[in-house]
């Protein structure tokens, strides 16, 4: 790649209409998590000041349900001692450090991301534009890598450490370039191999390589005077070969424990993940989940070889429960089970090591089915983050689908959340059980422009079951956590309601599809017809009340702030939590009559 061609994106347009976009962005969400307090000066207009007064960010903005601060972005302004300065995402942190408590340890790496998350912003800006219309009519991976936003709740959601401008270019989802994943033999005494129990290894590996090129990778092996019998074939993401594997495992790499055979014969697109690969040569095929050393949104985006080996074992386990039970068949929810994992263990970085150890993360996989072969004729699937997409003139993708469907909003609404609602209600109902249910781990099964069913995705690395005592399977037992039962619900009111229905009802409302009470009476209705269809779980809804008059405010990027390289440990995930207060629920006011 041309080292100056590869920077054609960053231009002053670019980068000027990037920060504005992020700093319009961190004002509303670090006022939602009440780390900095507007203050109001009148007609609608409010300012920010920096920790020193000095500085201070002037804006119009209305204030929604849910403390949710819809800001026009054209409207902000940056000034100090009476003069306008220019925005600048990176400045705002630095003018605003101490009210986000950023540690000295923290600062510099939270800056780096912010900065990355800037270029990706002015990246997609270069792009050619596609407007909402069209994407409401286009294919999945289309959509896939024309999404632009990341994480609606987290400021510094692209930070992608470790990539350089090239590896953007290459790996990055937004880019949308066709990549082949790199294939290693990995020695069978350090490797571990699991899969669902109606699958094997031969099976699983003939089918997503084909017979040629398993001849071909054998080949290579006995060339070398190895038995290919000692070793399994483990697929690496190219960054992670070239950057990690090759110089870090340069041991097992010499002494023939790890062989490269070289590229597969597939062409995969990174999806918004960054880690996972969807098949576009087969889209029958798995996607492949790969381990990335790479510092992401508060966690270092590798897989732990430990971790790998219960993933098969949970993901049957859970397709068993939804497939059984009588309201998850209703919705029509179905799962991508994680098939088959992989895993290599490094015995001196191990021994070195805790289990949080980015070193004990770096060679590991897993198979997860695709959607494809699952759909019914004339369906197509979209990410549920597309959602929240909105185009470069300011049309949202949910508005699209909406007025394409011909329905009322509240219908289509309605249709859309007994798919998507109603299956994270029963979960935690009827089973302490919760996903982790943001837009890119959903994906939408869509009937012309209409929600039809949801399928959940990246089950075993995210899904809880919140009890420490629940009877599972010995394998599956991993899962289980002690969570108190006054948080329990808020694996609805934070993770559904605060961090995904509340952008959503902020987009509808920008456009002008319809008002607040709309889509809240519409969520309200949905939840009440739900438990009006399980009166025998009358005594758990009534102990974990979804119409409560508030709820606690439970933050995101205050975790990031804290500690952006592991802000959550996923097996105690209540302990990290950081909360600022109550919100309104806006739930409450459509509370049924009973």
């Known amino acids: 790649m041309n080292p100056t061609t590869s920077v054609d994106h960053l231009t002053p347009e670019r980068w000027a209409r990037a920060n504005r976009l992020l700093v319009r962005k961190a004002l509303a969400e670090f006022a ?19 920790d020193d007064d000095a500085v ?25 001692d009476g003069a306008e300065l220019p925005l600048d995402a990176v400045d705002l942190v630095l003018d605003l450090r101490r009210a986000l408590g950023l540690t000295d340890t923290v600062l510099p790496v939270y800056l780096e991301e912010i900065s990355a998350t800037l270029a990706g912003g002015a990246y997609k800006l270069a792009k050619p534009p596609v407007s909402a219309a069209e994407l409401a009519e286009a294919d ?49 005494d350090r490797t571990t191999f699991t899969c669902a129990a109606d699958l094997d290894y031969d099976t699983l590996v003939r089918a997503e390589l084909g017979e040629e090129t398993l001849a071909g990778f054998a080949a290579t092996l006995t060339g070398l005077g190895l038995d290919p019998d000692d070793y399994l074939l483990l697929p690496v993401h190219p960054w992670q070969w070239w950057n990690k594997l090759s110089v870090t495992f340069a041991g097992e790499v010499a002494r023939r424990r790890l062989v490269c055979l070289g590229e597969g014969p597939d062409t995969y697109l990174a999806q918004q993940s960054i880690r996972t690969f969807f098949n576009v040569t087969r889209p029958d095929r798995h996607y492949v989940k790969t381990a990335l050393s790479v510092l992401n ?21 859970l397709a068993a429960l939804v497939d059984n039970d009588p309201v998850f068949k209703r919705t ?23 289990r949080y150890s980015p070193y004990r993360k770096m060679l590991a996989a897993l198979w997860r089915e695709s959607p494809v072969p699952g759909l019914e004729p004339g369906r197509r699937v979209a990410t549920m983050a597309s959602l929240l997409h909105v185009d470069g003139d300011g049309r949202s993708l949910a508005a699209a689908l909406i007025a394409a469907s011909g329905q009322p909003p509240a219908q289509w609404l309605r249709r859309y959340l007994d798919a998507y609602l109603v299956p994270l209600l029963h979960s935690l109902y009827a089973y302490d059980l919760a996903f982790m249910p943001h837009g890119e781990n959903v994906i939408l099964v869509l009937d012309g422009a209409t929600v039809e069913r949801v399928v959940f995705k990246d089950i075993a690395e995210e899904i809880v079951v919140m009890d420490p005592e629940a009877d ?22 934070t993770d559904v309601i605060d961090c995904f229905l509340r952008h959503l009802a902020a987009v509808l409302v920008t456009e002008g599809v319809c008002d607040e009470d709309t889509v809240w009476r519409t969520v309200a209705e949905c939840a009440a017809a739900y438990a009006d269809s399980v009166p025998h779980l009358a005594d758990r809804l009534a102990r974990h009340d979804l ?44 509370a049924p009559r009973r």
């Not at 599972?472 to 009111?493: C, G, N, T």
């Open 297 to 317: 949104m508060g966690f270092m985006r590798g897989l732990s070889a430990a971790y790998m080996e219960a993933t098969p074992a949970i993901n049957d386990w």
């Open 32 to 50: 939602h998590e009440r780390l900095v307090t507007p203050e109001p000066t009148g007609d609608g207009r409010w300012r920010v000041r920096g």
């Open 472 to 493: 599972l399977p010995e394998a599956v037992r991993r899962i289980r956590a002690a969570v108190p039962e006054d948080e329990k619900i808020l694996s609805i009111f």
């Open 547 to 590: 119409f409560a008059e508030r709820f606690p405010l439970s933050c995101l990027n205050r975790l990031q702030l804290r500690d952006n390289r592991q802000m959550v440990d996923l097996a105690d995930p209540s302990a990290a939590l950081q909360f600022a207060g109550t919100l309104d629920n806006p739930l409450a006011r459509f």
């Open 140 to 188: 999945f991976q289309t959509i896939e890598t024309q999404m632009t936003e990341g994480h609606p709740c987290f400021v510094a959601n692209n930070g992608r450490i470790g990539f350089g401008v090239h590896d953007h270019h290459r790996y990055a989802p937004e880019a949308g370039s066709g990549v082949r994943l790199v294939w290693l033999a990995a020695h069978r």
């Open 56 to 80: 201070e960010y002037r804006f119009a903005a209305r204030l929604l349900a849910l403390d949710h601060w819809l800001i026009d972005p054209e409207s902000v302004t940056r000034h100090r």
């Open 332 to 354: 029509g929810l179905s799962i991508l089970r994680e098939r088959a994992a992989i895993g290599y263990r490094h015995p001196q970085y191990e021994a070195a090591t805790d």
